[in-house]
């Protein structure tokens, strides 16, 4: 059965249930995957749709590393080092010149209350010294940028735990909106994520949730694609006017997927087709 016939049912199965907590949540998607899809290992989730397709299995092995990865890195490398007209660079605002810290973004800021991606903290960075601050959505600077200091956690373990009452309100705020139906399909994410992961949709094999936030930025056509502008690529597919690009909205997205893939290993710059 393909994905649009099953719909009527997968939305009942989608209503969000009542606020569990954040181990519980991850707890049952597993079990629902594994249920569906005993086959798939859920390290392989984050291949994407081809955790569940042989044939775009076999295209992504033949395309990595991506071909267009490596001047991407080099971009972003170039921004990452850059001198600021006061002598710093971006790399000095972050430990290690921002080796490995990739695993723990999006982080709160308990001072704020806010979700912290890594997109903000570049900004944090750039607005600290008198720097112009960058698209959040800009695939050109910020896309590249993330695609650099990302690679500079590769093969990290995604390390976003939701461990204070702080962290788990905001997990539930992504969770609530990831499972609510919006735009003229009236698709929530959970409907092609969860509920029919693996299924296909048109041509495509529906990647599985808690794959999402290990291989970002994606490489799509030259481009680097992050996991927010994924999602807004998303949210048209489903009809709806995606929430602005570096919105508290897709900081909660973020956060929410990030603690879902939290023990998956960070591999950066995957590529997939259009
Ligand atoms: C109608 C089905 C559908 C809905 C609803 C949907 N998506 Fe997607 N999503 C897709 C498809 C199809 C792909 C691309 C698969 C491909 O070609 O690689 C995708 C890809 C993704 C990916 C990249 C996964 C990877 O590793 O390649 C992320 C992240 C994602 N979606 C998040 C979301 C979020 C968040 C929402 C809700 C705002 C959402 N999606 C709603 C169908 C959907």
Redo the contacts with the bound molecule.
Sequence with gaps: MR?PEILAAAFIACVPAAHAGADAVRADIAARLAAAHPGVAPADY????AAFDAERRAQLEANTPAPEAAGILAEGKRLWTRKFRNGRSLAQCFPNGGRRIAAAYPQLDLKAKRVVTLETAVNQCLRTHGEPILETGDAAAMGAILAYVRSLAEGQKIAVRIASPLAEERFEQGRR??YTR?GQ?N???A???VQNAGRH??D?A??AAP??AS??P?VREGRAVS?QA??RE??E??G?APFPAGSDELAQ?DYF?SALATGQTIRPN?W??R
């Design positions: 994905f984050a291949l994407g749709a909106l990831y919006m399909q698709y929530a994410c409907s092609c994520h949709f048109g495509v529906l990647p794959g999402a291989r970002w994606f996991l994924q999602v998303c949210l597919r489903m709806a997205f997927l995957a997939r087709p």
